[in-house]
């Protein structure tokens, strides 16, 4: 039981240049977010989608874009990176359901934009 | 905007005292409440959940929960020093399954 995935672990971008993080999820969870966390700053919610097929967006949205896949995938997109993406950047599940709000955070992806 | 207060820290204690973290929130309407555990250069983890007002307690880990006073703690017994790490306090947003969190509190336990 893997529980939440993420790649890759670590990435190097240029100014302007797009990407896509990965993430992935095997506890059958509904919700699935993304945050980013940066020194001073604490985790911040970029989007999330609540349930399969809805996507919302979060405190910090501008410059991303994300994608529900299905159920067990969420990525989030970099369309033209910018220096101030550079953070790392967590996935996270939750059940949503029976009133089990726990998240559960994947291992971050590191990026820096030069 | 939502808010989840925590001192930075760091907190120091001894091998073997008890650590107390603090958090306060704005949202009145909050239900769910949670402590995370954050070593450096990892991801945080889930070690307490809390619902009701009153203690909650797993292992040497006790949360403590008064919506009244809108605060909530976590207790550490018997600190250990792995136990040092960043602890964050996040509180679910009424009427949305997300959550606000705190920058985290800083534990440092000295053998």
């Known amino acids: 039981n893997a529980g939440v995935t993420q790649t890759p672990k670590f990435q190097v971008l240029k100014t302007g240049q797009s990407m896509t993080l990965q993430c992935a999820q095997d506890m059958n969870h509904n919700s699935m977010y993304w945050y980013r966390q940066d020194p001073g700053m604490g985790l911040r919610l970029i989007y999330y989608?609540?349930?399969?097929?809805?996507?919302d967006k979060g405190e910090v949205p501008n410059g991303y874009n994300v994608s529900r896949l299905n159920k067990r995938e969420f990525s989030l997109r970099l369309e033209s990176a910018a220096p101030s993406q550079t953070s790392v950047y967590f996935c996270?599940?939750?059940?949503?359901?029976?009133?089990?709000?726990?998240?559960?955070f994947g291992p971050g992806t590191r990026l820096t934009v030069t | 905007q939502k808010e989840v207060e925590q001192n930075s820290g760091p907190l120091s204690v001894p091998e073997g005292a008890i650590a107390s973290l603090n958090c306060t929130y704005s949202d009145r309407g909050s239900q769910s409440f949670f402590w995370y555990r954050q070593y450096s250069g990892k991801s945080p983890e889930l070690i307490m959940s809390?619902?009701?007002?009153g203690d909650k307690e797993d292992g040497r880990f006790t949360a403590q929960l008064n919506k009244a006073s809108q605060y909530v703690s976590l207790l550490i017994r018997d600190s250990q020093p792995s136990d040092s790490a960043t602890y964050l306090c996040?509180?679910?947003?009424?009427?949305?399954?997300?959550?606000?969190f705190g920058k985290g509190t800083m534990l440092l336990v000295s053998p």
């Open positions: 996270a599940s939750s059940a949503s359901s029976g009133g089990r709000d726990e998240q559960y």
């Open positions: 989608s609540a349930s399969e097929g809805t996507t």
């Open positions: 809390i619902y009701s007002n």
């Open positions: 996040a509180v679910r947003n009424s009427g949305y399954s997300t959550l606000t």
